[in-house]
């Protein structure tokens, strides 16, 4: 990783320490609303392909994409429900010093 990359990341890292509001991903109500959006379209893909405006290779392809989306935002909410946990064992003063560093050898 190079030093403007290093830099970028830990200085994102310290705003997600520093953040302490609440992402959209892990309101109450997003879960459920993913579900249900979720069963709709599955709905609407099986109607299309029982009345033959889709081929079984699309009902596969979108199932799958639908899959992946809905295991990404599974993971996407679990780190984000996790990260509360560890940030108490992130040293603030370590990263905020190697940012001053970075700082420092990217403008010599």
Avoid: H
Avoid at 91 to 100: L, P, T
Wanted: hydrophobic share 50%; charged share 25%.
């Amino acid at each position: 990783m190079n030093k403007i990359k290093e830099k970028k990341f830990l200085e994102q890292t310290i705003k997600e320490i520093e953040n302490d509001k609440q992402t959209i991903l892990t309101t109450f109500w997003f879960s459920p609303l993913i579900w249900l959006i979720s069963a709709i379209i599955f709905n609407i893909i099986i109607l299309a392909f029982e009345k033959e405006i889709i081929n079984v290779f699309v009902v596969i392809t979108l199932s799958a994409l639908i899959g992946c989306v809905i295991g990404f935002i599974i993971f996407a909410q679990t780190a984000l429900k996790d990260f509360p946990y560890i940030k108490k064992y992130i040293n603030k003063d370590k990263i905020k010093k190697r940012i001053e560093e970075l700082n420092n050898a990217i403008t010599k």
